[in-house]
């Protein structure tokens, strides 16, 4: 799940972006209101976590913003334990939950996953690569009726790569919607998840192509 971060704290955003990325997300972090305004009305994702006080541009303005243009995207609304009344006027502009500071991380993750699944009532989205195919909501790559164990980072690679419809994704871009923006995770993990993806795919009649010095697509295997 692509996870957009908009808070303040650098240190308790941090913290909640590591653990957040621990567990299979990816991560954008956003300090400011005005930044994350740009950014949510430029850049796609999943969810929201979204701080009410913040420099510039309020959370509560920016989660009206997301609603006026019917962006769909779930919100979690993160408040002080004293701002009771924006808690109900964050409800009331179509936030679809919230957490009180301070908070338990296990908690938050139980309002993703909650969030998640009532987002799973979507169509599934299936992606014929090579005799596989990848279940991008679920992400989850099937031999037939079976789930093949892949780590879910490799997962995300592939989904990234198969939804550029065979155009060349760079590191950065990869790098970008594995961790999100803000990542200080260095570009080289992704030549080691594609060196392993592309060995897992070998006999599935999938190839991960290398474009030195550009970065990677996805094709079919040489016989």
């Not at 299936?126 to 031999?143: E, N, R």
């Amino acid at each position: 799940m692509r996870i957009a971060l908009v808070e303040d704290n650098v240190s308790l955003a941090k913290g909640i972006a590591y653990q957040l990325r621990d567990a299979g997300h990816s991560v954008d972090v956003l300090h400011h209101g005005d930044d994350a305004d740009m950014f949510l009305q430029q850049e796609g994702g999943d969810l929201v976590i979204l701080d009410i006080n913040l420099p510039g541009k309020s959370g509560l303005d920016l989660l009206a913003d997301l609603r006026d243009r019917e962006d769909p995207r779930p919100v979690i609304l993160l408040t002080a334990r004293s701002e009771t009344e924006d808690r109900v006027q964050g409800l009331d502009a179509g936030a679809d939950d919230y957490l009180v500071k301070p908070f338990e991380m296990e908690e938050l993750a139980a309002r993703i996953r909650a969030l998640g699944r009532r987002k799973g009532v979507a169509p599934r989205q299936l992606i014929d690569i090579g005799t596989l195919k990848l279940d991008v909501g679920a992400l989850q790559l099937l031999d037939g009726e079976t789930a093949l164990e892949l780590p879910r980072r490799e997962l995300a690679l592939l989904a990234a790569l198969s939804q550029a419809n065979g155009r060349t994704v760079s590191k950065a871009g990869l790098l970008d919607q594995l961790y999100g923006a803000g990542s200080e995770t260095d570009e080289k993990v992704i030549e080691v998840y594609v060196s392993r993806l592309r060995k897992r795919l070998v006999p599935y009649g999938v190839n991960i192509q290398v474009h030195r010095g550009i970065g990677y697509s996805l094709g079919k295997s040489r016989q």
